[in-house]
C-alpha cells in the first residue's frame, strides 16, 4: 500500500468557527487528515468543537494547535491574522502548509510579512469563495467547500511546493482552486462581494430604521428575501473587511452611485426611454451572468 | 351534488404571460374553472398559451376573452392598464369579476377608475407577491401563488360580494389574502421591492460596466449571485412599475443613501465603532425579519 502523499498527519485549527470547522470535517470526509488539533480564543468555543467531533484535541493556545501540526488553517477575522500569526512565529516550519482563509488578501499579505518575516516561504493566502449567513462551529458542514472557488494569492517568495500542495487539496475537496495576484483579488472582491455587503446594510437599515419599516417588511417577498440576505452577515467580519479593504471598495460605491444617479435621473424626468435602456441593459447583463460553480 | 359557488364557468384571460399563465393553470389545477379563454397582444402568445395547454381558447381580442366569462384577470403591464380596460369597458357586467395582477395600486386605480367609470365596483385591485427573474407562459406554473400573499386594494365603490369572491378563490390556491389601501401598498412597496430593483440595476451596471468587470464577475460568489438576482427583472415591465411608483422609490431612494453616506463616512474615516454598531444594527435585524410566507 503506498503512502498517500496529500494525506496529512496532523491538521491544526485556529479559529474553530464556521471555515475552519467545515474545513476540518470537509478534510477529514475527504480521507486526507488523521488528526485534528483545534484552537479558539473562547475556551468554550474550543471544547464545543470538540464536543462536536470537529476536532480532536482542543488545545490551549494557538501555539500548542501549531505543535506536531503538518497543516495549518487560521480562520480568524482578517484583522486578527497578524497578531495570531506572532504568537506562532516561533514555532513556523519551512515543511509546513500555513493557509488563512480570509475574504481580503493585501491586509493579510501585509500581516503575514509583519509577523513571520523571512519564513512566510510555507504561508499560502487561501480565500474559500463559500460561507453562510450563519456562524458557528455548529453550523460547520463538510460539504461547505464542494464545488466553490478557492482563490489562493501566493506571493514571490512562496515556496511552489506549498502552492501545490494546497492545491492539490483544495481539489481534493471539490474546490476550484484559482490563483490571482493580492491586489487584484481585492479589487475584483471589492466589486462583486464587498460593495454588495455594504449597499445591503445600507438598504436594510433604510427600511427598517422608518415608520412603519415592520409592516413593510411583513409584507416582502422572495426579491427582498434574496436581495437582503447577505444583510445578515457577521458584523465583526464585515466591519474587518470593509476596513481593509476600505479604499477599493469606497471606489466601487462611488462607481455605484453615478448608475443610481443615472436611473434616478431617468425616474425624476419620467424618461421612459432613458429608464427602459438603463434597465435592459442590467437585465440583459444579468441573465447572461453564470457562477463559475454552482455552490 | 351540490354547486360549488367558488367555481367559474369561464376564466378570460387578458395578458397570458407568466402571471395569467400560472393563474390559469393553478385555477384549473383547483377545479375552480371549467374553460379558460386568453388573449395576448401578441397572436404568437396566445397561440403559445394554446398549444402548451395553459387556454382552451385563444380569443382575436381582449373583448372576445371577456365575452362569456365570469371571472377576468388582467395581467398585463401596469402602464397598459387603461387601455386594456379601455378596450372592454362597454362588456363590464356588474356580475363579473374582474382582477389585475400590477405590482402598483395607485395608478392601476385611476386608470381603472378614467376606463371604468361608474362600472368599477366589479373591479377587484390585486396584487400577487410571486413571480420569477423569468417570464413568458412557457414558465407558467400551477403553483406559483401558492403560499404567496396576495394583497387586495378595494375601494370605496367595489362591491363587497366581489372582495369575497376574491378573497376565497386566491385563498383556495393556496395564497395568503392582505387588504390595503392602494396608497399604503405604493409606499410599502416601494419600500420593499421597488427601490431594491432600482439598486440592483444601478449595481449590476456599475459591475459590469467597468474595465474588468467580466472578470470580476467570473469570481462572484452565491452572495453576489443572490443580490442581483433580481436586476434580471423584465425591463419593461420594472420601468412601468418605477415610473408608476416614482415619487415614493425616489423618496426610499434618498433614505437609502443618508444609511450609505453613514456607513461611507465610518468607512472613510476607520471609526471600527461606528461601522461596527451600523452593520450590527442591519445583521440583526436582518436576521430577525421573518417572510410572511415562504414560497
Known amino acids: 500500500m503506498r503512502t498517500d502523499s496529500a494525506v496529512f498527519r496532523q491538521l491544526g485549527i485556529i479559529g474553530c468557527g464556521l471555515m475552519g470547522g467545515s474545513f476540518a470535517l470537509a478534510m477529514r470526509r475527504a480521507g486526507l487528515v488523521r488528526k485534528?488539533?483545534?484552537?479558539?480564543?473562547?475556551?468554550?468555543?474550543?471544547?464545543?468543537?470538540?464536543?462536536?467531533?470537529?476536532i480532536d484535541v482542543a488545545a490551549p493556545s494557538a501555539l500548542q494547535a501549531v505543535t506536531g501540526s503538518d497543516i495549518v488553517l487560521l480562520s480568524v477575522p482578517v484583522a486578527a491574522t497578524e497578531a495570531t500569526l506572532k504568537a506562532i512565529s516561533h514555532a513556523v516550519d519551512p515543511a509546513v502548509l500555513y493557509m488563512d482563509v480570509g475574504s481580503t488578501k493585501a491586509d493579510v499579505?501585509?500581516?503575514?510579512?509583519?509577523?513571520?518575516?523571512?519564513?512566510?516561504g510555507s504561508f499560502v493566502p487561501a480565500h474559500p469563495i463559500a460561507g453562510k449567513e450563519v456562524s458557528g462551529v455548529h453550523n460547520a458542514e463538510a460539504t461547505l467547500y464542494d464545488g466553490a472557488p478557492v482563490?489562493?494569492?501566493p506571493l514571490r517568495e512562496t515556496d511552489p511546493q506549498m502552492v501545490a500542495r494546497a492545491t492539490e487539496l483544495w481539489t481534493r475537496l471539490g474546490a476550484k482552486?484559482?490563483?490571482l495576484e493580492p491586489e487584484a483579488h481585492d479589487t475584483s472582491f471589492a466589486a462583486v462581494s464587498h460593495l454588495p455587503h455594504l449597499l445591503a446594510f445600507a438598504y436594510f437599515s433604510a427600511v427598517a430604521g422608518q415608520p412603519g419599516g415592520d409592516d413593510f417588511m411583513a409584507l416582502a417577498g422572495p426579491g427582498f428575501r434574496d436581495f437582503t440576505r447577505i444583510a445578515g452577515g457577521d458584523p465583526e467580519m464585515w466591519r474587518d473587511v470593509l476596513l481593509a479593504n476600505a479604499d477599493a471598495v469606497l471606489e466601487q460605491s462611488a462607481l455605484f452611485r453615478t448608475h443610481l444617479d443615472a436611473l434616478e435621473f431617468a425616474l425624476r424626468s419620467r424618461n421612459a426611454d432613458a429608464l427602459h435602456n438603463l434597465i435592459r441593459s442590467a437585465s440583459e447583463g444579468r441573465r447572461n451572468w453564470r457562477q463559475r460553480s454552482t455552490k
Not at 501585509?110 to 518575516?117: F, H, K, N, S, Y
Request: proline share 5%.
Open 151 to 153: 482563490i489562493l494569492t
Open 177 to 179: 482552486v484559482l490563483t
Open 36 to 54: 485534528v488539533v483545534g484552537y479558539s480564543k473562547s475556551p468554550s468555543t474550543t471544547e464545543q468543537a470538540r464536543a462536536l467531533g470537529v
Open 109 to 120: 499579505v501585509m500581516a503575514a510579512r509583519r509577523a513571520l518575516g523571512p519564513k512566510i
